[in-house]
């Protein structure tokens, strides 16, 4: 028999509510950890008080028993006008830098949290930048911030995100093996939607071949082509394959349902999506008996 996966809840779908009154859902409905996305309104990083705060999470997850990524893709929380400005691609070494500061600080959160895993992204091209200038930068970040991890003891993960500049998992596979000694460091956060929307395998496949390399995996509804994260049920990618491939490889980690349009509605989509996936685990079960 199967063992059970582990499942999360992206903080990125419950923005409506308090982060204590989020994780006293998740905690009820069953989840296992949380998927926190670093932001003003839940845990602000650059709160003066940060550490603080970070301090007493670590306390209500633990009482909880639940286990905890951090997310890195605020929208406004660097720049309140440019949404997830500026990245590892900012034209200007000043808005590198600050992209850099902050993953730096998210390392610092999940070294107190005990997190699985940091998952960054790379960012959008800007159109001023060459792809080869792009790549050149977003290779110096991520050797910067992987070097901190490393002193920190925390798992840094990359995730390709539909249109940025690295938008697929072989994306992900060119850039880690430009970085040298830190290749095996990088980790892949696996979104199984994006790799429903850009086509480039079926998303079970890239479980199974990338198994060895997971940070994290997200899970979401989704419609091929249209990057739209949408309740399990929704859209046109078959979820329970995705569960097999995750059992069959013994995934581990924390399995992220990632509902980021679902905030009106979380107190429901929370509890819904947990039961929506366990199950989708139990039909699984009943075909191999």
């Avoid at 582990?6 to 419950?14: D, K, L, S, V």
Wanted: glycine content about 6%.
């Amino acid at each position: 028999m199967s063992k059970a996966l582990r499942y999360a809840y992206n903080t990125n779908g419950c923005t409506n509510h308090r982060l204590d009154d989020a994780l006293d859902l998740m905690a009820a409905a069953g989840y296992d950890g949380v998927a926190l996305t670093l932001d003003w309104h839940h845990l602000d990083p650059f709160a003066r008080d940060w550490k603080d705060r970070t301090e007493r999470l670590r306390q209500k997850l633990d009482a909880y028993g639940m286990g905890c990524v951090i997310e890195t893709g605020a929208r406004f929380l660097l720049d309140p006008i440019s949404k997830h400005d500026p990245t590892l691609l900012h034209p200007e070494p000043a808005g590198r830098a600050r992209r850099v500061a902050f993953l730096k600080r998210a390392v610092e959160i999940a070294a107190i949290l005990n997190a699985e895993t940091v998952s960054c992204w790379a960012g959008i091209k800007p159109a001023s930048l060459t792809t080869a200038d792009a790549h050149d930068y977003l290779l110096a970040g991520l050797r910067e911030v992987l070097q901190f991890a490393r002193s920190m003891k925390v798992v840094l993960s990359l995730e390709p995100e539909p249109g940025m500049l690295i938008e697929t998992n072989a994306d992900y596979d060119a850039v880690s093996e430009q970085l040298g000694e830190y290749q095996q460091e990088l980790r892949l956060a696996l979104d199984l939607g994006h790799v429903w929307v850009t086509g480039e395998s079926e998303p079970a496949e890239a479980v199974e071949r990338y198994a060895d390399r997971l940070g994290t995996v997200s899970i979401e509804g989704m419609n091929r082509g249209v990057h739209f994260h949408l309740p399990l049920h929704e859209g046109d990618m078959d979820i329970p394959p995705l569960v097999r491939a995750l059992q069959r490889v013994q995934f581990g980690g924390l399995v992220c349902v990632e509902l980021s349009r679902e905030s009106p509605r979380a107190h429901q989509a929370i509890p819904e999506s947990i039961v929506f996936l366990r199950q989708v685990e139990q039909s699984l079960a009943k075909q191999t008996t």
